[in-house]
């Protein structure tokens, strides 16, 4: 859930300017490194330790805006920041989230066609494909665009064909 | 059900499963970020509308209630038992509603019109939005005919019409919902259909409610909506609505309804319980600040229709009970200022014996007198004129040997007719018993007769009329009119039954 404290700080990291691929680095670090969230959350450890961290680990660029949510005690919802952020460079550059999930994985031709049947639909220059597996389906896929779901699997025909011979 | 052969079942499953067409589907899904007290904050569902019904994956649905900018607050209408975190909510494009049918008659249901009586499935053929929007100005007629309760107290002095709101007031153990019952019970055969709602009430209580309405042939023309104290607070919230979907359903095919609301300051708790789990802001007694509204636009639906748009009729029985006598609490107020008048219980009066507790002095009802029998009107002229004047010389029974002959003539008939109007629970009296008894008692002729003996010989007169003027009865009954020849038999009958 992306909430209007984490678009402000999005807006803010944006409109810096930095370059995605450190932002990018930044959010891999943080991500699998759960200690150095630990310590960057700690209120007990004092704010110079912390800079001087921050300085060590990761780029100049970067370093004062994570310094900044360090003292605003917001360093816990960096990924909420981050899911915002992407969000904010899809947008900028005209593109479309989306999610596939299958049961067989589609070749790529089907995948360009997915894609280009996406633009078409919702406008946009690109689009930004998830892909994940999932044998739960049965047969078929599930995409989800944004708050949509367009369902095509066994599983979600089989659920809609239980409501149909119940009569819910 | 037992003459359906096993092989059709099975050939019929089978053919709607060939048949059946797979479709890619298209929904709108969000994710329940948190849950709690029934309430369910929801991500995602941007276009969800406010009302609209929710379906998790569970297949419990929920009304949507909030909408904030980035999530929604859905309250849920079954038990939150599977969901977690995460779990998918799909929108059904749909308001919430109950489904209605005229098998619905003789049923118990619950707040969302499923059966509980174990009595089988109702077959629905047509759906009503629990939440509708009360009908116009131009759609509305005067109420002008009257709705008989059978209480000869509330009958002669507050008269209740058919499309009106009348409340009923009072302490607990007052006989509020016996005044209900009884005018239930005297519905029988005047062409209404009454609707019971009962709102977070004990499911004993409403049990024998209903066996009541089942003993004397009430529940044929009945349906009772329940949602008990067990229930979830979003039912008890809906529970009023929905029955006043399914009386609007009858009222739109030109029938008279009439509706109790039992009652509505639980209702009223259940909607704050509601809203502060939604986290909307209390304000007084931590009621909502809409908590007007909640029964202002409940109660408006209650009309009478204009012949062209249908011509049926909601008549509302609210009931609220007050704490101690109290009617300046803030959800009594409310209801009275909504209402078109109110009988007001008193605990005083229900235990110095005087049943109905009806306080004639605070009592009213604002469009009842156009909505009076002209033979009831007639007859019950200087009633409470009669019973004002007692009230205001009663503090001085106890000087009654000093008192002069008038005094004491005021205060012996104030003593007859408050006995007049005492009524045992479950006898309500026709329309010409109520009359020859108001026309008898203004004559005073009742006066010689011992208060102890009055309710025998009240009994033995009408079996008297009934035996031998049976005329004067038919009169009554068919032209509604009292004319002074039939006052003047009437007076004459008694007189002779009193030789």
Redesign the interface.
Known sequence: MITQRALNYAKILYSFGIKEETVDQTKKLLQNCSELTEVLENPVIKKKEKDNVIDALFDKEIASFLKVLCDNKVIGIFSEIMDAYEELVLEHKNMIKAKLIYTEKPEADQLEQIKSMLCNKYNKKGVSLELEEDASLIGGYVLYVGNTEYNKSIKGALSEMQKTLIGR | MSNINQNDIISV?KS??QD?E?????????SV?SIGDGIATV?????AMYGELVEFET?VRGIVQNLQ???IGVVLLGSDYGLTEGSKV?RTNKRAGVPVSDKLIGRVVNALGAPIDGKGAIEATDFFPIENEAPGVCTRKPVTVPLQTGILSIDSMFPIGRGQRELIIGDRQTGKTSIAMDTILNQKGQNVICIYVAIGQKASTVAKIVNTMSKHGALEYTIVVSSSASDLAPLQYIAPYSGTAIAEFFMKQGKDVLIVYDDLSKHAVAYRTMSLLLERSPGREAYPGDVFYLHSRLLERSCRLEEEFGGGSITALPIIETLAGDVSAYIPTNVISITDGQIFLESELFFAGIRPAVNVGLSVSRVGGAAQTKAMKKAAGSLRIDLAQYREMEVFTQFSSDLDKTTKDLLDHGNHLIELLKQPLSKPLALHEQVIILVVANNKLFNDVAIKEMKAFRSDLMDYYRAKYSNIIEEIETKKVLTDELIEQIVKAAKEFKK
Not at chain 2, 22 to 30: A, D, M, N, P, Q
């Open positions: 499953l709607e499963i059946y797979i479709k890619t589907t298209v929904k709108e899904t969000g970020i991500y995602g569902l941007d276009n297949g900018a980035k999530t799909v």
